[in-house]
């Protein structure tokens, strides 16, 4: 069956027309950066961003805030933050978008990624702050996936799933300068330990653990190296190609997901009996299974 194109919006049919040949993948890398608040994300990406402008690359940072989703607050889109890098000509900031669904802001993102690598950005940076289901959301866009932790024991790090370190390809321990050093060099090693116990997500790439300083610039040059040889590695072995395919299909089919779920909602005679489904569950007049059969039965039975 052939996609009834003319049913998409004309912005669909670019996005559509930007698909990226092939030969330009080596040029092009997207990294996912995710960390808890004050880990040091932005005072990272500033310096980091100077440093790949002044190498001749064009760098995008789209932020991704899951609280805007909430609140309509954009804690991402601050204009205080990365002020040097707003002004440089090669480098693209796109404020957290300020309201929707988890679904409809990463759907954004993802489209905006298209258009920033055919706008001829190079280097895209996707960052989140490190709360709930958006690190996950991100993780399935990028090719490559950077968590940025402070040298800050337990208690700070509580908001850190295991399951987001599973997705990590590199581990950035922030702010290693001054007193830091030593805490630093302690919780790299702690993750280097908990990253042989986890199980490996590729074949062809063990994670790393970087320690690095926004201040004094240590590690960032080396971080860099880190994240060009994972690109190298993937593209050579094909895990990148058949990881940005997965993607593409996972995320057609989340997107599928989402919009049947709101149409079987919102529809008319479905929409005023969920509420009473959901009551005779709460009260154990119906089973879950029985109550789902029913709703999904009136459902199709709709013309
Ligand atoms: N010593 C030291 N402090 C740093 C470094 N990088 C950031 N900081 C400090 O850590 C604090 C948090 O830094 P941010 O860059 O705002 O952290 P963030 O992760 O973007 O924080 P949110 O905006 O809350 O998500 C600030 O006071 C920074 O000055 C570093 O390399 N060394």
Known sequence: ????????????????SLRIPSPRLHCILHSGLSGPPGAGKSTFIEYFGKMLTERGHRLSV????PSSCTSGGSLLGDKTRMIELSRDMNAYIRPSPTSGTLGGVTRTTNEAILLCEGG??????????GVGQSEFAV???????????????????????????E????????KSDGDLVVPARRIQAEYVSALKLLRRRSGVWRPKVIRISARSGEGISEMWDAMREFQQVMLASGELTTKRQKQQRVWMWNLIQENILEHFKTQPGIREQIPL????????????????????KAFKSKP
């Not at 069956?1 to 049913?7: A, C, H, V």
């Not at 993780?139 to 908001?159: H, K, S, T, Y």
């Not at 390809?169 to 922030?174: A, F, S």
Request: glycine content about 8%.
């Open 120 to 129: 001829g950005y190079d280097i895209i940076l996707i960052e989140t702050v």
């Open 167 to 174: 997705m990590a390809d590199l581990v950035v321990i922030t």
């Open 1 to 16: 069956m052939s996609i009834p194109t003319l049913l998409l919006h004309p912005y669909q049919h670019f996005l559509n």
């Open 277 to 296: 489904m959901e009551r005779k569950v709460l009260s154990g007049a119906l089973s879950p299974g029985l109550a789902a059969d029913l709703l999904l």
């Open 139 to 165: 993780a399935d866009m990028v090719d490559m996936f950077v968590l940025l932790l402070p040298p800050a024991g337990g208690d700070e790090l509580q908001g850190i799933k295991r399951g987001i370190i």
């Open 62 to 65: 789209l932020a991704v805030d």
